[in-house]
């Protein structure tokens, strides 16, 4: 079974930075995807980043370009997301999720599991 387990959202201050933890587990075979997704109140779920397991390709929304940065730490299986410079346009619950293909996609339907969310908060 596929778990997905994300944690290190908080409460930052416009400018701050926070690091996600999305801890995947229960792949056993074949390559996988892993992106990072937000949704904040009255908005649409939102694709913010992807890396591909096995060759660490990686993609991410206009938006966060320059400013987030993910990775993935294969041998504890997790994937991180470094967000600095946060903007209160970055507060919203994030969550991380997978799918079963080796490309980049942003797009939330293509993910078949999804773990939990996290709340980022980012004051202004």
């Known amino acids: 079974e596929v778990q997905l387990q994300a944690s290190g959202g908080g409460l930052v201050q416009a400018g701050g930075s926070l690091r996600l933890s999305c801890a995947a587990s229960?792949?056993?075979?074949?390559?996988?995807?892993i992106g990072w997704f937000r949704q904040a109140p009255g908005k649409e779920r939102e694709g913010v980043s992807c890396i591909v397991r096995s060759d660490g390709s990686t993609d991410y929304a206009d938006s966060v370009k320059g400013r987030f940065t993910i990775s993935s730490d294969n041998t504890k299986n997790t994937v991180y997301l470094q967000m600095n410079s946060l903007e209160a346009e970055d507060t919203a619950v994030y969550y991380c999720?997978?799918?079963?293909?080796?490309?980049?996609?942003?797009?939330?339907?293509?993910?078949?599991?999804w773990g939990q969310g996290t709340q980022v908060t980012v004051s202004s």
């Open positions: 999720a997978a799918a079963r293909t080796s490309v980049v996609t942003l797009w939330a339907l293509g993910y078949a599991y």
């Open positions: 229960g792949f056993t075979f074949g390559d996988y995807t």
